[in-house]
Structure formats: structure tokens, C-alpha cells
């Protein structure tokens, strides 16, 4: 991937990337390429030794000071879109980005090689999701699969949290998981 090397000289300007990335993927229907280029930044996150709340922070920060991020928006041409920070789409963002890290924890051999010795997700947040990844991790690793059950995942998520999430939210969070394993340890030829 192809990026501007200004992107990675900050944890700001990592945040910054994250969140269009997220903007983007989420704006314009969540396609796969959009997906993968958020995937593909959360994973030189973790590599530079990011942490989900230190970018939580930075965005935190950002909308605090009602700073606007310019979001590409495709409507037949390009048009640039600027839009304030919303506390919701931070959360989202990072969870999205959790989700991305702790994937890369449940990989049976380390991947990605990370530059920081800190946890890359707090304890909290690698208690409530690690056996969601851990779940698809070894369907993806063991079993060979691509794609699991909702409802599994769901009673997962009752037993640690008490609570699921609907199942159209389940599976794209499942979707997301399998497509972090397919970038950082691809078991199968691109078609």
C-alpha cells in the first residue's frame, strides 16, 4: 500500500488516517477494498506499537477541539466532504481497530512484529473480545473456514458481556476478524 509517509510520523496522524479510513469504509457501504485499506492501516498501527486508547485519545483530543476531518466522498467524481468528530464514530472506530489488534493477538505465530512492548488494547477490551476473535481465529486456522455461525458468535458475546449485538452487526464484526486473518496470514491463493 502505497501511503504518504507523514501518515505514520505521529500517533496523530495515525489516528487521523484510521478514522477516514473508517469514514470511508463505513460512508460508502463498507465494501471490501474499503475494509481493507482500514485493515491494512490498523495492522501498521499495532506494528508501530499503537494503542487503542492512546488513538481513542488522539481523536478524543481532536474532537474536543472541534478540528474537522476532511472524508473523501465519491458520488460520480471526487469531492472532498470536511465533517466534525462524532463521540460514537470514535468509539466505533476503535473497536473496529481493537478488533484489528487483538486478531492479530490470536494468530497462532506472531505475524506482525510490534515495536512496543505495551499491550496494544486494554485489559478490558481484550476480556470482552478475545474469545470472539479467538473463535473465528481457530475456525480460520484449524478448521480452514471463512465464515462461522451468528448465533455462535452471539452466545459468545452473551457469556462474557452478558449481552449480543444483532446479527447483521455480529457478522460484519465476524467479516472483519476473517479479513484481518486474510491480510496477516493469508492461508489461501488470491483468485
Known sequence: M???DD??????????????????????????????????AGVNAYALGCTDEGLRKELNDMKESGVEI???QSYGGITSLK????????DECILWLSIIFITIL????????RWSSTPPVSDEVR???KGFCAV??????????????V???????MAVVGLAEEPSVVASRMRLVFSTLEVVSPQWPRV
Open 83 to 90: 465533517s466534525k468528530i462524532i463521540s460514537e464514530e470514535v
Open 151 to 157: 448465533k455462535t458468535l452471539q452466545l459468545e458475546q
Open 136 to 149: 473465528i481465529a481457530n475456525a480460520y486456522f484449524v478448521r480452514g473456514m471463512a465464515w462461522l455461525p
Open 106 to 113: 490470536c494468530t497462532p505465530q506472531p505475524t506482525i512484529v
Open 70 to 72: 476532511e472524508a473523501m
Open 7 to 40: 501518515e505514520y510520523r505521529s500517533s496523530r496522524n495515525i489516528a487521523i488516517s484510521l478514522f477516514k479510513r473508517y469514514k470511508n469504509a463505513v460512508d460508502r457501504g463498507g465494501g471490501d477494498n474499503l475494509k481493507q485499506e482500514f485493515i491494512s
Open 2 to 4: 502505497a501511503a504518504d
Open 127 to 129: 476480556l470482552q473480545w
